[in-house]
């Protein structure tokens, strides 16, 4: 009797460990200093945004979490910072360049923007224009070393600029 229940607890332990599967939760995992996320099933996120805590995060192509580097998503480009969450609505400076992201994140392109009423004009491949004069539509327009543009001054040439920017006639 003893025999049979122990030949049975072991069958049903046996068929228990057997028909286990294995349940995964989304969520980070590191790996040699480097982030991935874990999906519901197991795999590792690639090419997409993770919208956690915190977030959203850019995990590239190699399920890589993106760190202090452009993302091109789809054709519209992002700035991740050094904890690799997208920057939002802010001015960003890398090596000397100016560029705006937008409250959505997305970096601006042949725009123009006003952060705390200064007025930038951004180039299509995201750069603020600097120190220089810029044909803009039909009117010159004098932006300072620093990207803003000049307002109700006397610019570089002998010109003076409006209270709109537009370059006024000597």
Do not use: H
């Not at 919208?51 to 054709?75: H, R, S």
């Not at 937008?102 to 951004?122: H, I, L, N, Q, R």
């Not at 002998?158 to 006024?168: E, I, P």
């Amino acid at each position: 009797m003893k025999r049979r229940y122990l030949a049975g607890l072991v069958m049903v332990f046996a068929l228990s460990v057997l028909s286990s599967t294995f349940a995964f939760a989304e969520e980070w995992g590191k790996l040699d200093r480097k982030w991935f996320y874990y999906l519901d099933d197991g795999s590792v996120a690639k090419n997409t945004w993770i919208y956690t805590e915190g977030g959203p995060y850019w995990v590239k192509d190699d399920g890589v979490m993106a760190v202090n580097e452009w993302v091109n998503n789809d054709g519209i480009w992002y700035y991740v910072d050094g904890d690799g969450r997208k920057t939002e609505n802010q001015l960003l400076t890398l090596n000397r360049d100016l560029y705006w992201l937008g409250e959505d994140g997305v970096m601006a392109s042949d725009e123009w923007v006003s952060v705390e009423d200064k007025w930038y004009y951004f180039e299509a491949d995201g750069r603020a224009v600097k120190g220089c004069w810029k044909l803009i539509g039909e009117d010159y327009y004098y932006f300072l070393r620093s990207g803003m543009m000049a307002a109700d001054a006397l610019a570089p040439g002998g010109y003076r600029v409006g209270a709109d920017g537009r370059r006024l006639e000597k």
